[in-house]
């Protein structure tokens, strides 16, 4: 099985409606539905409203009128936008977008815990686990900033959940990134928003999941792909995930976000479960 890596389209902004209907086309062509699985890593609208919402909903819809299969986990942006999340948007979210979420699995009414993530699909000898990044942050002290947290109740559901996974190739995904600074990545000058870059550079260590030192720990020689979002730098984490026995963690960069100005060109990845190999493909802006 091969899984198609999306993340942080953040539809309402800009043009990133068509650049998503763009990337989706490009996705569909490949053909074989049943032989790939589409994982999006959260962010999938840049703010928690309705309006957004009746925007992307249609979008994902063209995947499974095709056939394919697609996963979900909620980003902050989901539930509120980059200052904070908000339990109300987080509601009509889930709500929203529940087959994508969480599949055949029923949600619980529960927003202030795991409830039901972590989410589990078995796909073939896959199994794939959702979490949901924004979990421990719903209440309003803590909301603030959007840096993500899983929360107890989630690790300790995910820890009792991992242990009858023998034999299949585990597959985890959350949005927010997990790891520390493992590479430098300059912003350039001239390039389009250097000075956010360059603020972003400076800030990023601050922005890790709140509690990724127990989740990292939790999956440690248990998983073989690790999934994520929230960054937009496209990086290989395996290096640092094999600190953790962890073959393959990937961040899937921006998939709306063109990795060149001129010619723009957008990005995916196509992982293969098999081999724990991915190929990346672009797709034109225009």
Not at 55 to 60: D, G, Q, S, V, W
Not at 147 to 174: F, H, W
Not at 213 to 222: E, F, S, T
Request: charged letters at 25%; proline letters at 5%.
């Amino acid at each position: 099985m091969k899984i198609i890596h999306i993340s942080d389209t953040h539809v309402g902004h800009g043009d990133n409606e068509n650049r998503l209907n763009r990337v989706v086309e490009n996705i569909l062509s490949l053909g074989h539905p049943w032989e790939h699985i589409v994982i999006h890593t959260g962010d999938l609208i840049d703010q928690g409203i309705t309006e957004q919402m009746d925007i992307a909903e249609p979008i994902l819809k063209r995947f499974t009128q095709r056939g394919w299969r697609i996963l979900l986990s909620p980003g902050n942006h989901d539930y509120g936008n980059a200052v904070k999340v908000d339990s109300e948007w987080a509601r009509t979210f889930r709500e929203r977008f529940k087959p994508y979420l969480f599949g055949e699995q029923e949600p619980s009414a529960g927003h202030g815990n795991a409830g039901e993530f972590p989410v589990f699909t078995l796909a073939g000898n896959c199994a794939f686990i959702g979490l949901d990044s924004n979990a421990g942050e719903m209440a309003f002290w803590v909301r603030w900033m959007a840096e993500g947290s899983l929360g107890e109740p989630q690790i300790a559901a995910l820890n009792a959940r991992l242990d009858g996974l023998k034999g299949k190739t585990i597959v985890v995904y959350l949005h927010h990134h997990p790891f520390q600074d493992a590479y430098a990545v300059d912003p350039e000058p001239g390039q389009r928003g250097y000075v956010s870059h360059l603020l972003g550079l400076n800030t990023r260590r601050f922005r890790r999941l709140k509690d990724a030192y127990r989740l990292l720990h939790c999956l440690r020689d248990r998983v073989h792909i690790l999934l994520f979002g929230h960054q937009h730098f496209g990086l290989d984490y395996s290096a640092e995930g094999q600190r953790y026995g962890i073959p393959l963690a990937l961040d899937a960069s921006s998939t709306t976000q063109a990795r060149n100005e001129k010619p723009g060109r957008l990005s995916y990845r196509i992982v293969d479960t098999a081999t724990l190999r991915y190929e990346t493909r672009f797709v034109p802006c225009e």
